[in-house]
């Protein structure tokens, strides 16, 4: 990532093609919710971006820390992020 931001070229095509994925998993979000009935604590769009970045920062930790319960804090932030579905 430090690399893409010092090319200012780059960095476009990077943000355009994340931008995108997002975007694309948001809408898959977004229909499952409808679906289930399930209202996230934040629009679909920024749940794809804290989630993302959740992910990658559990990883590095993981990684650092072997010790790193990644599934129970990914499961206390999803309990946050997408409360009981609505009746």
């Known amino acids: 990532m430090a690399a893409v931001t010092r090319n200012p070229g ?36 920024q749940v794809v971006v804290v989630l993302g970045a959740l992910g990658g920062s559990l990883g590095l930790r993981a990684a650092a820390d072997p010790a790193t319960d990644v599934a129970a804090l990914a499961a206390g932030v999803m309990t946050v992020m997408f409360p009981e579905p609505e009746d």
Do not use: D, F, K, N
Not at 20 to 39: P, S, V, Y
């Open 10 to 45: 780059a960095a476009a095509v990077s943000v355009a093609a994340q931008r995108r994925h997002e975007e694309r998993i948001a809408a898959l979000l977004e229909g499952a919710c409808r679906r289930l009935h399930i209202r996230p604590a934040l629009p679909p769009e």
